[in-house]
């Protein structure tokens, strides 16, 4: 079983950047698939990026070319590197992890606006 801890999220200015990181705990971090999901007001839990256990990455199109995904299997931990942030990426933003079972954080608020 692994527990994952969001943090970095906060209030930016559109343009802005932040970068959210996902400490997981216990052993073999570098087995799972990673993921960061957003989930807006009223709306469905949507998938950002994904990176696989070998490094694979996958984003979803309105983050394309804005958002980075990586990973550091020395420090147990998923970033996503958000830039150019627009109002519209305001959400609580989920880090996942997946082998055999998926295992979900807390969420962390990101919030763009003037």
């Known amino acids: 079983q692994v527990q994952l801890v969001e943090s970095g999220g906060g209030l930016v200015h559109p343009g802005g950047s932040l970068r959210l990181s996902c400490a997981a705990s216990?052993?073999?971090?570098?087995?799972?698939?990673m993921g960061w999901y957003r989930q807006a007001p009223g709306k469905q839990r949507d998938m950002v990026a994904t990176?696989?256990?070998?490094?694979?990455?996958n984003y979803a199109e309105s983050v394309k070319g804005r958002f980075t995904i990586s990973r550091d299997n020395v420090k147990n931990t998923v970033y996503l590197q958000m830039s150019s942030l627009k109002p519209e990426d305001t959400a609580v933003y989920y880090c996942?992890?997946?082998?055999?079972?998926?295992?979900w954080g807390q969420g962390t608020q990101v919030t763009v606006s003037t």
């Open positions: 996942t992890a997946h082998f055999l079972s998926e295992y």
């Open positions: 990176i696989t256990s070998g490094g694979r990455t």
């Open positions: 216990g052993r073999s971090f570098s087995i799972y698939d």
